[in-house]
């Protein structure tokens, strides 16, 4: 039976919120330790564990049909692969950053400076776009020392929540991408495995949907209905139900979690009461 071949980060952040994401599609895997392929017992797929740097050229050769990868990854060397699907973790950007002691006005300070990266094709493009000339030396690892060893003027790096900047001495002076975990497509991808493919993404669709929305169920009177109707988004109206009181109704609905504090107060303010928040395991719209 044809298998979806999908690779995922060997270790890390990554591969814990990917096999996360996987068992939440009901997608069991077969691991044992150690290994760098295991197959899915109960879905036509099979994973293999790769380095996160490796896996651009994986699925440009066509070895994998996909992979869940850092969108920063694909910018610096996934040139022609698409991507099929933002996920929404291991969300991260892609920075210049410099000794705090460094005085940084502009982009233009960097002119003629010296930028430590593991990143030289999104640096170099950056560079060019401002009309920025900098050495740049190609570092795999350990970039935030660069300054203080004096090996480099700046770096250009991957940051998440800023602490090895701050520990390393060094201040964000400037954003070049925000990245996210992504799914993307080998352009050799065959007809019949792009069909499994539609199945796994249908699955990743939902469960992200369900993520990314709270369940709610609200007791109002029935002369607050249609101003309360008006504040919920839902998805195509709300359902609504005769409470046993006269005079009421149950009304339930979906929000988003981003803007879901404001909902609810704004539903409180138009009358609703006995509010209930529910999480939504998954959501097929």
């Known amino acids: 039976m044809k298998k979806l071949k999908i690779a995922i980060q060997k270790s890390g952040r990554l591969h814990d919120e990917s096999l996360a994401l996987l068992k939440d599609c009901g997608i069991y895997i077969d691991n044992g330790r150690d290994q760098l392929k295991a197959a899915a017992t109960n879905f036509p797929l099979e994973i293999y564990y790769l380095r ?87 570092i795999n690892g350990s970039v935030e020392i660069a300054p203080n060893i004096g090996l480099a003027d700046a770096i250009c790096d991957i940051v998440s929540s800023g602490s090895t900047l701050f520990k390393n001495n060094l201040k964000e002076v400037e954003v070049i991408l925000k990245s996210e975990a992504v799914l993307a497509v080998s352009p050799n991808i065959t007809t019949n495995t792009n069909k499994i493919l539609d199945k796994l993404r249908f699955r990743i669709q939902s469960v992200l949907q369900g993520r990314d929305s709270r369940y709610v169920l609200l007791n109002a009177p029935n002369d607050k209905i249609d101003a309360i109707i008006k504040i919920l988004p839902g998805m195509k109206s709300p359902t609504l139900l005769p409470l046993a009181e006269k005079g009421w109704s149950s009304i339930h609905s979906v929000v988003n979690r981003d803007t879901f504090w404001e909902v609810i107060e704004e539903l409180k303010a138009a009358g609703a009461e006995g509010i209930v928040v529910c999480p939504i395991e998954k959501m097929i719209l």
Not at 100 to 112: C, M, R, T
């Open 52 to 138: 996160n740097g490796d896996i651009p050229q994986y699925l440009n050769d066509g070895v994998v049909d996909c992979a869940i990868i850092g969108e920063n990854l694909l910018v610096e060397k996934g040139e022609g692969i698409n991507i099929v699907r933002r996920l929404g973790f291991s969300k991260c950007r892609v920075s210049l950053a410099v000794s705090k002691i460094f005085e940084y006005d502009s982009i233009q300070d960097l002119n003629g400076k010296r930028i430590a990266t593991s990143y030289p094709e999104t640096t170099k493009n950056f560079l060019k776009e401002k009309g920025i000339e900098a050495e740049l030396h190609i």
